[in-house]
């Protein structure tokens, strides 16, 4: 009787010992990663795959953070540095993203124009991404002619049959996003990556929330 106590107590404490492995896993940021806050940063975050206001309609994510690969959050910080000195700042939208929300995404809308295919990866997924916006001092987002995630040629950064203050707003992101080594894609006018990095792993871990 007091072996099969026994037996089951070292069962229950296994079982123990391997969910708080798991959930330990999932927790801990990897080493070379930093989290963009607004508490820390003064970048206001709207993370909008954390909500269903995202062209899926559905909440992929748990909860909004930002996480990017050490490389990259320097540069954009740089770049909010640069954006306040002017009285503007950031507003991020999407950061690194986990290769199994790509994977999530690629089954409600399998079409490699509005998403990247995870078999390829997406630079979010490489932690090298972000979609993002200027705010004025009041923390209201400037005009870029449509909606994030609009897809549509309106959003592409050749589209020119815009305002001029618009055109203003899109040359004004551009601008300070490239001097601080950010590539933009032809498409979209908020996403913008770091590819003078290693980009050959895709990442899964996934943060917890707070
Ligand atoms: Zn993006």
Not at 16 to 25: E, G, S, V, Y
Not at 71 to 96: N, R, S, T
Not at 113 to 118: D, E, G, K, L, S
Not at 132 to 161: N, Q, R
Request: with cysteine; aromatic share 12%.
């Amino acid at each position: 009787m007091a072996d099969i106590k026994n037996t089951s107590l070292f069962f229950l404490g296994t079982l123990l010992m391997f969910l708080t492995t798991i959930k330990a896993q999932k927790i801990e940021i990897p080493k070379g990663w930093v989290e963009i806050t607004t508490d820390k940063h003064q970048i206001l975050l709207h993370i909008k795959y954390a909500t269903k206001d995202n062209f899926t309609s559905t909440r992929l994510y748990p909860c909004g953070r930002c996480f990017l690969r050490e490389e990259v959050a320097k540069a954009l910080l740089e770049v909010q540095h640069a954006l306040q000195q002017k009285g503007y700042g950031l507003l991020l939208y999407d950061c690194y993203r986990p290769l199994t929300i790509q994977y999530k995404m690629w089954n409600i809308r399998p079409d490699p124009h509005y998403v990247a295919n995870p078999a390829k990866g997406s630079m979010h997924n490489r932690g090298q991404a972000v979609d993002l916006t200027i705010v004025d001092s009041e923390g209201c987002p400037l005009d870029m002619g449509t909606p994030y995630d609009f897809f549509g040629k309106k959003a592409h950064w050749a589209y020119s049959a815009l305002p001029a203050p618009i055109q203003n707003h899109r040359q004004m992101l551009l601008r300070i996003m490239k001097k601080y080594g950010f590539h933009p894609i032809r498409t979209e006018w908020w996403h913008f990556s770091i590819k003078h990095l290693d980009n050959s792993h895709l990442y899964s871990w996934e943060w917890d929330c707070k």
